[in-house]
């Protein structure tokens, strides 16, 4: 009896566990959706010249997902760079920082894929 009842406990933990996995995570490898020009004008607008390089690299690359809320702020979720110093000034310059898009739908989230350059 005591083992039908630790058999049980095992098979309703173990069942939770399953249904509580995350089927569809995030991937940034993979484009969630595509940012339309008028968001990546407002964008490339917010981000300016002064991007922190690297001593030896003339471009920076990475990729930002972010969202936009109800008030019309960009919110940005995550940045994945292998420029720790752009990580950082991408953040700053974009987060709840206003823009003229207006979202389709709440909750909508955008990958923007960036390459910066130095002039």
């Known amino acids: ?37 008028q968001l990546r004008n407002d964008i490339v607008e917010l981000i300016g010249d002064d991007c922190p390089y690297e001593y030896h690299k003339n471009e920076c690359t990475a990729e930002v ?24 000034y991408l953040k700053s310059r974009l987060n709840y920082k206003k823009s003229n898009y207006k979202p389709v739908k709440e909750g909508e989230v955008f990958l923007l894929p960036l390459r910066m350059v130095k002039e």
């Open 65 to 88: 997902l972010f969202t936009i809320n109800t008030k019309s702020e960009i919110i940005v979720l995550s940045v994945h760079s292998p420029n720790k110093l752009a990580e950082a």
């Open 1 to 37: 009896m005591k083992n039908l009842k630790i058999f049980l406990i095992a098979v309703v933990l173990f069942s939770i566990n399953v249904s509580a996995k995350n089927h569809d995570p995030v991937n940034p490898d993979k484009p969630i959706n595509p940012v339309t020009t």
